[in-house]
């Protein structure tokens, strides 16, 4: 392996983020600017999903360095909720074409981050518990780190669809006053941690501190 990274980003393009669009378009396109300029190998894809058999990559494999940020026209919020769908085909894609690499040539710290608003509801493929065992897999043999930010999801709903405890699960929950400014600071602190971990390769980084959980959640 090489000191590389890849980060995949699996965003909710259903309806209900119509509300939501202008501040997942600001806050990925923060996180891509900031990034671009530090001279580090990492690749980023963005997968966006809503109805079945709809996931579809508006970035795949691109270098950090060279990567264009994301349009209007490129994020257009419609459809229902194909969640464990759309997390299944993002891990499948990734282990698929690192597999296809030379072990030197594969990068050393790989994230799966997910960003949704809304309960899962219309995935055909994928379960919940085998969605979860396939996460627990990558986590254990390859060391794979997983985010997951979600809006209007309590703690718990949050674990279950990721098969994880809370440590890097922050559910906004929907009752807050604030939840879209919580939001948008939800998905640039979630880009932080991310830049911070391709960076040094510390996955402590990436867990939530006491104070930021509760400046997500309340």
């Given at each position: 392996?090489r ?6 980003f ?7 983020m119509?509300g ?108 919940l518990?085998v969605l ?58 979630m ?28």
């Amino acid at each position: 392996m090489r000191n590389a990274s890849e980060v995949v980003f699996v965003i909710d393009e259903s309806s209900s983020m119509i509300g939501s669009q202008a501040q997942t378009l600001s806050s990925f396109n923060e996180f891509l600017d900031g990034e671009r300029n530090k001279n580090k190998e990492c690749r980023i894809s963005i997968l966006k999903f809503s109805d079945p058999g709809k996931a579809k990559y508006i970035r795949e494999a691109q270098d950090v360095r060279t990567i264009q940020r994301l349009s209007e026209n490129e994020y257009r919020p419609d459809g229902i909720t194909s969640l464990l769908d759309a997390c299944g085909k993002a891990i499948e894609d990734l282990g698929s074409r690192l597999d296809a690499m030379p072990e030197a040539e594969r990068p050393d710290k790989v994230v799966v981050a997910v960003v949704t608003d809304g309960q899962e509801n219309a995935s055909i493929k994928w379960t919940l518990p085998v969605l979860s065992a396939k996460i627990k897999e990558q986590q254990e043999k390859y060391n794979w780190q997983f985010m997951f930010l979600g809006v209007g999801l309590d703690q718990f709903s949050a674990s279950r669809v990721t098969g994880q405890g809370f440590g890097m699960n922050i559910p906004i929950p929907t009752s807050s006053p604030v939840t879209q400014k919580n939001f948008s600071y939800g998905l640039q602190l979630m880009g932080q941690k991310i830049a911070d971990y391709t960076t040094t390769g510390r996955a402590s980084v990436l867990n939530y501190s006491g104070a930021e959980k509760t400046s997500l959640t309340s």
